[in-house]
């Protein structure tokens, strides 16, 4: 599957952003999608993630409660809704998905797209 990212964008602190993740190729809804970032200097971290059906979804714990993850298989997309968004969480936004099951590790996710740059200032 071949993803595109796109939403990101500056946005000031408190403020909200929607990033979109576009599937193409094989069959989307057989997919567990999930969300990562990463911030300049650091490791790449889990943010968010969510079954195929769009059962079950976990979070990050510090995202948790500003964030919410979601996908419209009928679209071929996933979604990720940031609200309170907090400079900490300035970062390149990277969607990814898998076959294996629902994951917060990155090694599990076969695929990736290119990121998406996320800006919040203070």
């Known amino acids: 599957v071949q993803l595109q990212a796109s939403g990101g964008g500056l946005v000031q602190a408190g403020g909200s952003l929607r990033l979109s993740c576009a599937a193409s190729g094989r069959i989307f809804s057989s997919y567990v999608m999930g969300w990562f970032r990463q911030a300049p200097g650091k490791e790449r971290e889990f943010v968010a993630t969510i079954t195929s059906s769009g059962g079950t979804t976990y979070y990050a714990g510090s995202v948790k409660s500003r964030f919410t993850i979601s996908r419209d298989n009928g679209k071929n997309t996933v979604f990720l809704q940031m609200n309170s968004l907090k400079p900490e969480d300035t970062a390149v936004y990277f969607c990814?998905?898998?076959?294996?099951?629902?994951?917060?590790?990155?090694?599990?996710?076969?695929?990736w797209g290119q990121g998406t740059q996320v800006t919040v200032s203070s």
């Open positions: 990814a998905a898998t076959l294996r099951g629902i994951s917060r590790i990155d090694s599990a996710y076969d695929s």
